[in-house]
C-alpha cells in the first residue's frame, strides 16, 4: 500500500507546488453547459500543465484515461445541491475505502468553522481525517470559516487563518481556502499554519489579470499553489489558461510573462 509521500508526491512536484484543476462542482452546482464534455477539459488541462484535479466519483470512475496520469483528489461531501432548501448540512457521502478502489491520491472534505452546522461538518472532516491516516492517504481540507453563510467576519483574514491552522490541528495534510487579499496577511496566514496552502478561485468570475494577480501574490507569500475551477474551465481557451497559470507556479514567472502566454498566438 502506497503511502502518504508517495501520494503527496503525485499532487506536488519536485518544488513543492501545485496546480489541481477543481472539477468537483458538479456534485451539487450546474456546471452546464461549460462543462457538457468533462473529459476533454480533463484531458486538455492535464496535457497543459495541470498537476491535479479535484474530481467526484463520476469523473475518477468514467474518464480515468482522460487524467493522462496525474494526481486525483476526490470529493467526499454531498447529500445536498443548488436546487435543494438549503437548511441541511453538507455531509460526507463517499466512504475512504471507496477512494482507494478508484485509486485516487487524496481526498478532500470541508471544514466550516462558525457556521450552524459547525458540529456535523467538522466531525465528518475529523473522522475522514482518521480514517486517511489509516489507509495512508493524504487528506486535503477546505476550510471556510461559517462555511458559504453570509456573515461581517466570514471571510476576514484573522478568521480565514484561524480555520486554516484548526485544519492542520486536526491532522489535514493540505489545506484549501480563500485567498486572504494581501501579500502581508496571507504571508502570516502560511507562516502560522504547518501544513501546505493552497488558495481557491471561488465562484466569482474575475478578469485574467486579477486571478493571475492573486496566485503571484499567494505563491510569494509562501503558498503552495492553486486549486481552482470555474474561472479556468468557464475560460473560452481553458487549456491555454492552465498553461499560463502552470508557467506562474512552476517557473516563477511574472503576471505580464503568464498573460503574454496566455495570449500567444500558435
Known sequence: MANKIHRLNHIFREDKKTFIMAMDHGN???????????GNIISEVARAGVDAFLATVGLADKFADNFHGKGIILRLDGGSSFLGSKDK???????IEDAIRLGVDSVISMGFPGSRWEDQILKDLSRNIHECNKWGIPLTAEMLPRGFEPAEDSRTPQNITFACRMGAEMGADIIKTEYTGSIETFKELCESVYVPVVILG????VTEEKLLTEIKEAL?????GVAMGRNIWNHENPARFAGAIAKLIH?????EAALKELNKKY
Open 28 to 38: 451539487g452546482f450546474n456546471v452546464l453547459p461549460a462543462m457538457k464534455y468533462p
Open 89 to 95: 448540512p453538507l455531509q460526507t457521502v463517499v466512504g
Open 202 to 205: 471561488g465562484s466569482k468570475k
Open 220 to 224: 510569494s507569500a509562501g503558498g503552495a
Open 251 to 255: 517557473e516563477d514567472c511574472s503576471v
